[in-house]
T-cell receptor
Framework: QSVVTQPPSASGTPGQRVTISCSGS????????LNWYQQLPGTAPKLLIY???QRPSGVPDRFSGSKSGTSASLAISGLQSEDEADYYC???????????FGTGTKVTVL | QVQLVESGGGVVQPGRSLRLSCTAS????????IHWVRQAPGKGLEWVAV????????YYADSVKGRFSISRDNFENASWLQMNSLRAEDTAVYYC????WGNGYKKLDYWGQGTLVTVSS
């Protein structure tokens, strides 16, 4: 099981704001920048947020990230049906000498 | 444009070996590390291995250490994942992804489409 944990699910109606948490430790989130990946059904993961709160070109600004200590969160404002996907936080772990993914959160648009 | 294409997946018996390939294009391959990440059916993402841009460092997940080996050739713009002593629990879609380092951060910014490995007798 992963050393970085996320809630298994989150949901909201269109237009609502949804927040996903990501909890780790001093060797991973506490020491390194955090990324978020979005995985739409049947597709490869896509980088959504990097360096805690930066959006790659093309990612809508309704996606935002933050980090504090050994925890982080992803917020989706103005939820849309196309946001229904699995979301993973991830970062390097200095103790494991490896990249670690969170357990993943499935977002459902009601 | 940046592209990563995995190949080499298939059905293999437990205990046998398989070699996956990741062919890159659209960027200067020698400037980026390459990660392999896998996803078992219905499960989350699991990091497998990384190789530095110049091949000088390689790191593995504990679950594959001693069985899998990552390599690359910067002239062929390719990376490989040699998988030995395969087990049923290695069944997964395997992705390669480009590693980018910035000022205090690293990110996996481009991913291939994945190749399915099924370990079954």
């Amino acid at each position: 099981q992963s050393v970085v944990t996320q809630p298994p699910s989150a949901s909201g109606t269109p237009g609502q704001r949804v927040t996903i948490s990501c909890s780790g430790s001093s060797s991973n989130i506490g020491s390194n920048a955090l990324n978020w990946y979005q995985q739409l059904p049947g597709t490869a993961p896509k980088l959504l947020i990097y360096n805690n709160n930066q959006r790659p070109s093309g990612v809508p600004d309704r996606f935002s990230g933050s980090k504090s200590g050994t925890s982080a969160s992803l917020a989706i404002s103005g939820l849309q049906s196309e946001d229904e996907a699995d979301y993973y936080c991830a970062t390097w772990d200095d103790s494991l000498n490896g990249y670690v993914f969170g357990t993943g959160t499935k977002v459902t648009v009601l | 444009q940046v592209q990563l294409v995995e190949s080499g997946g298939g059905v293999v018996q437990p205990g046998r070996s398989l070699r996956l390939s990741c062919t890159a294009s659209g960027f200067t391959f020698s400037t980026n590390g390459i990660h392999w990440v896998r996803q078992a059916p219905g499960k989350g993402l699991e990091w497998v291995a990384v190789i530095w841009n110049d091949g000088s460092k390689k790191y593995y997940a504990d679950s594959v250490k001693g069985r899998f080996s990552i390599s690359r050739d910067n002239f062929e713009n390719a990376s490989w994942l040699q998988m030995n002593s395969l087990r049923a629990e290695d069944t997964a879609v395997y992705y390669c992804a480009r590693d980018v380092w910035g000022n205090g951060y690293k990110k996996l910014d481009y991913w291939g489409q994945g190749t399915l490995v099924t370990v079954s007798s």
